[in-house]
């Protein structure tokens, strides 16, 4: 079975300031790997998405995470944050070819100040 | 393009009783997925639908949870009796197909059981 490790679960950042978040997975066969956000009172979004090919994947709204297979590590980055990414952010894994069956991770929730 | 709809947005409940959830799903898409979300995790799902069938029900709990996909459209998951434990969100989700491609959400029903 797999699981999703996602180290921080509250971040405070200054707008501007660069995010990381880290996400580490485990699981015995080849995976997609998945980024999700939800804005307060919204459902959950797709903000990135990795299946094969180039390991540096780039979503949705300046939003991009880097896949290294060795450290089974699916980190999301954003290099100058602003107040409209408050939010929930969760990495989340199926086995590949398995769709959306996702094991997601606890989450982080990111605020973000003025 | 409409998204997937759930209601109730929000249900209170006592412990024992029964509960009924509804969800459809964006039009044309064959694989529905049940996720429970419980406050400070992430989602985990319950079970998925391939048009009307049941893909995958591993994790949903038989001895009080049941799920429906009659004509392979709109689905219901339903909890008798409801126990405490149970106070958590649940999530819709649909995609196009059970390939690898992107899963929608609902905005999800709140249950609160007391």
Same mark, same amino acid.
């Given at each position: 079975?797999? *699981?999703?490790?996602?180290?921080?679960?509250?971040?405070?950042?200054?707008?501007?300031? *660069?995010?990381?978040?880290?996400?580490?997975?485990?699981?015995?066969?080849?995976?997609?790997?998945? !980024?999700?956000?939800?804005?307060?009172?919204?459902?959950?979004?797709? =903000?990135?998405?990795?299946?094969?090919?180039?390991? =540096?994947?780039?979503?949705?709204?300046?939003?991009?995470?880097?896949?290294?297979?060795?450290?089974? *590590?699916?980190?999301?980055?954003?290099?100058?944050?602003? !107040?409209?990414?408050?939010?929930?952010?969760?990495?989340?894994?199926?086995?590949?070819?398995?769709?959306?069956? =996702?094991?997601?991770?606890?989450?982080?929730? =990111?605020?973000?100040?003025? | 393009?409409?998204?997937?709809?759930?209601?109730?947005?929000?249900?209170?409940?006592?412990?024992?009783?029964?509960?009924?959830?509804?969800?459809?799903?964006?039009? $044309?898409h064959a694989t529905l997925y049940?996720?429970?979300?419980?406050?400070?995790?992430?989602?985990?799902?319950?079970?998925?639908?391939?048009?009307? $069938?049941?893909?995958?029900?591993?994790?949903?709990?038989?001895?009080?949870?049941?799920?429906?996909?009659?004509?392979?459209? %709109?689905?219901?998951?339903?909890?008798?009796?409801?126990?405490?434990?149970?106070?958590?969100?649940?999530?819709?989700?649909?995609?196009? %197909?059970?390939? %690898?491609?992107?899963?929608?959400? $609902?905005? $999800?029903?709140?249950l609160t059981v007391v």
């Amino acid at each position: 079975a797999q *699981s999703v490790s996602q180290h921080n679960h509250h971040v405070i950042l200054s707008e501007a300031a *660069s995010l990381e978040l880290g996400c580490n997975y485990s699981y015995g066969g080849t995976v997609n790997l998945f !980024w999700y956000v939800q804005y307060p009172g919204q459902h959950l979004q797709l =903000l990135l998405k990795y299946f094969s090919g180039d390991p =540096l994947v780039k979503g949705i709204k300046g939003f991009e995470a880097e896949f290294i297979k060795s450290k089974f *590590s699916f980190n999301l980055r954003k290099p100058s944050v602003q !107040w409209s990414d408050t939010a929930e952010y969760f990495c989340a894994v199926s086995p590949t070819g398995g769709g959306n069956k =996702l094991t997601f991770g606890t989450g982080t929730q =990111l605020k973000v100040e003025l | 393009e409409a998204g997937v709809a759930q209601s109730p947005r929000y249900k209170i409940i006592e412990k024992r009783q029964s509960v009924a959830f509804w969800c459809n799903p964006i039009s $044309g898409h064959a694989t529905l997925y049940w996720y429970q979300q419980i406050l400070g995790q992430g989602p985990k799902l319950l079970i998925q639908f391939q048009n009307n $069938g049941v893909v995958d029900d591993s994790q949903l709990p038989k001895d009080r949870f049941s799920a429906e996909r009659l004509k392979g459209v %709109d689905s219901t998951l339903k909890i008798q009796p409801a126990k405490l434990e149970d106070s958590a969100v649940y999530l819709c989700a649909s995609s196009p %197909d059970d390939r %690898d491609t992107e899963a929608f959400f $609902g905005q $999800g029903t709140r249950l609160t059981v007391v």
